[in-house]
T-cell receptor, first 112, second 115 residues
């Protein structure tokens, strides 16, 4: 069983819509959760971090965490073509030290 | 803040030669840095954790004698791919986290092509 799972996509949404990206993790001891955006041919860029249950909003991005369900999601409101990228979910557990466990990533395509 | 640089951004080398990649934290000190490899259309694969002043910790299946890591200062880690072969061609990315934080900041990556 993969430790961090994401649908690989591609997820296609029209411009202006809400894109919803989902991630599940297997380690109940996980404490820190991150979303990275990776454009084709580029390195990942940190866009959101979340540590406690509930929602965390930053501009058009909202991260949602539910530790009981071992589920973390990223919502992108008013999606733009420039949001087209692969979104990586990453999880850290206390017993991993500083290591992050990455999901396979979800490819998002925002159509004009 | 939290800027990480890598050099070179691209390198082409002949099979059997060695290549060194540098990773620098520009505006913070990094006790720990991480080295990843990414093949086309695949996710990041952690190769090793680089610890300042001590030996690197390698992930299972990564040959420590082939991928030499040195973390001699709080702002610099190097990865040397020794006796490179075409199958080592990949995108190598380093990252670092701020002390007391698990947020990792990535360098821009180095694209290695072995001919």
């Amino acid at each position: 069983q993969k430790e961090v799972e994401q649908n690989s996509g591609p997820l296609s949404v029209p411009e202006g819509a809400i894109a919803s990206l989902n991630c599940t993790y297997s380690d109940r001891g996980s404490q820190s959760f991150f979303w990275y955006r990776q454009y084709s041919g580029k390195s990942p860029e940190l866009i959101m971090s979340i540590y406690s249950n509930g929602d965390k909003e930053d501009g058009r991005f909202t991260a949602q965490l539910n530790k009981a369900s071992q589920y973390v999601s990223l919502l992108i409101r008013d999606s733009q073509p420039s949001d087209s990228a692969t979104y990586l979910c990453a999880v850290n557990s206390d017993n991993q030290g500083g290591k992050l466990i990455f999901g396979q990533g979800t490819e998002l395509s925002v159509k004009p | 803040g939290a800027v990480v640089s890598q050099h070179p951004s691209r390198v082409i080398c002949k099979s059997g030669t060695s290549v060194k990649i540098e990773c620098r934290s520009l505006d913070f000190q990094a006790t720990t840095m991480f080295w990843y490899r990414q093949f086309p259309k695949q996710s990041l694969m952690l190769m090793a954790t680089s610890n300042e002043g001590s030996k690197a910790t390698y992930e299972q299946g990564v040959e420590k004698d082939k991928f030499l890591i040195n973390h001699a200062s709080l702002t610099l880690s190097t990865l040397t791919v020794t006796s490179a072969h075409p199958e080592d061609s990949s995108f190598y990315i380093c990252s670092a986290n701020l002390d007391n934080s698990y947020e990792q900041y990535f360098g821009p990556g180095t694209r290695l092509t072995v001919t």
